[in-house]
């Protein structure tokens, strides 16, 4: 079965500096997502992107981060400089429609900011 | 998107049904309901959608009312890997302001006990 894969797994960093998180999407897949979750909160929408631009972005998405789908099958998430507060699971997700179908959500990447 | 309502939590017995109930009073005409869940921080998964009509798949079935202002997701023999955070979401028709994002609520945690 297909699935969105993301790495690394676990990603320490000190405060300050850029991280990059990496996902593969599934491949015939146009509509892609990234969603966070700090521990024992709820999953939170960062950022839709289609047809190589941001669709939709949350409060949360400020200019701190940026998204990229650099070589048509990478989607990246770009935090420039970061603050103890971005400790959090990234889920990253795809889906082969935005209409009325299921989006497929990664395993994660649990960035730890120290 | 409408609000949704769910218990924060529920118990059920292995191999007994579990029957998750979300309330959407203010749910549109253009909206459906999509339920994910998330086993112990891994990443949502899909379980199943409906508009209007009940649905049944290979994991549950939901049953919408006919005012579609609450919903039930049937697990019907429920065991201990279904132990998760069941989430209730609605959602529009991409299009209509929609570009695919989730909003996630709190949930409700099943517990399926031996």
Redesign the interface.
């Known amino acids: 079965e297909p699935e969105v894969t993301q790495t690394p797994s676990h990603q320490v960093t000190q405060m300050g500096q850029e991280v990059i998180l990496r996902c593969v999407p599934i491949s015939n897949h146009l509509y892609f997502y990234w969603y966070r979750q700090i521990l024992g909160q709820k999953v939170e929408f960062l950022v839709s992107f289609y047809n190589n631009e941001i669709s939709e972005k949350s409060e949360i998405f400020d200019d701190q981060f940026s998204v990229e789908r650099p070589d048509g099958s990478n989607f990246t998430l770009k935090i420039r400089s970061t603050k103890l507060e971005d400790s959090a699971m990234y889920f990253c997700a795809s889906s082969d429609q935005a209409m009325n179908t299921e989006a497929f959500f990664g395993q994660g990447t649990r960035l730890t900011v120290v | 998107d409408a609000k949704t309502t769910q218990p924060p939590s529920m118990d059920c017995a292995e191999g007994r049904a579990a029957n998750l109930p979300c309330n959407h009073s203010t749910i549109s005409g253009n909206e ?1 309901v ?1 339920w994910y869940r ?1 086993i112990h ?6 379980i199943i ?1 409906g508009l209007k009509n009940n649905e049944t798949n290979e994991m549950a079935s939901l049953i919408i009312t006919e005012d579609r202002k609450s919903s039930t997701l049937i697990l019907p023999h429920a065991t201990l890997r279904d132990t998760a955070v069941y ?1 209730c979401i609605v959602r529009r ?3 209509s302001g ?10 409700t945690t099943l517990q399926v006990k031996p």
């Open positions: 459906y999509y998330q921080s891994q990443g949502p998964q899909y959608h989430y028709r991409y299009g929609n570009t695919g994002k989730l909003i996630f609520g709190q949930g």
